[in-house]
């Protein structure tokens, strides 16, 4: 299909890749051009946006928010309408800019030994933990000089338990050829302070990770805008 035309009885996916300054683009490649009617829904932030590269996301970021015509009165009805879709647009804008944000971080993280730069690992941490309302596991895989191999969520649960399984970390620990790795989950609740399950996990943690000599360096705790660390609290 060539960018422009968009069939009436064609059923327009829910997911959508990116908006861009010229339109949609949904997951087979079409383009749908902004103002065609397309759904708010469609238009929304998408959780995922780790597919698109640094430019695309600047140029989202920076295009205009030409979502709505100023040239005529509209009616309290349509105004709504139109509210929405600004909201959605805006939102999705927030998301970009988390996501740069993100991406940034995690190339400081590279710069060298991860914990030479503990604030950064915290604000990635708090950056990527923020306003979730279910619990995530994540895992930090680290070289033998302690450097970021690779950062990924694991596992995610509910809003206020996640089942880790030692077997998965073990196996994402030897494909990578880390020698070491930090993990952290968050606590939606905004209660910081670990509980006995997550000092018995962590132990857990340690004792499996260190049969295959891979040593198990910190285990955060992330609550809103705090940042608890079990190394620094002697729990590791």
Known sequence: MSPGTLPA???????????GFTGTFIPNGDIVPLGLGVPVFLLE??????????ADLINELLSPLDCASYDKPLHVSEAGGERDQTNSLLNRRL????????RDLHEQMRSGPLMTSPQVVRDWLRLY????????????????????????QLFRGTLTQTSVYPRELAKGALARN???????????????EPSRADEL??????????????????????AGDQVISFAERGLI
Request: overall charge negative; aromatic content about 4%.
């Open 9 to 19: 009885s064609q059923t327009l996916p829910a997911t959508i890749c990116r908006v």
């Open 178 to 192: 880390a020698a070491a790795l930090a993990v952290a989950h968050n606590h939606p609740s905004g209660a910081v």
């Open 95 to 102: 998301g970009v800019a988390r996501e740069l944000l993100l």
């Open 129 to 152: 933990c923020a306003d979730l309302e279910h619990e995530v596991f994540l895992v930090i895989y680290l070289d033998s000089q302690h450097r970021l191999i690779e950062a990924e």
């Open 201 to 222: 996990l962590t132990q857990t943690l340690k004792s499996t990770l260190g049969l295959l000599d891979v040593r198990l360096i910190d285990h955060f705790v992330v």
């Open 45 to 54: 932030n998408t959780m995922d946006m780790s597919f698109l590269s640094r």
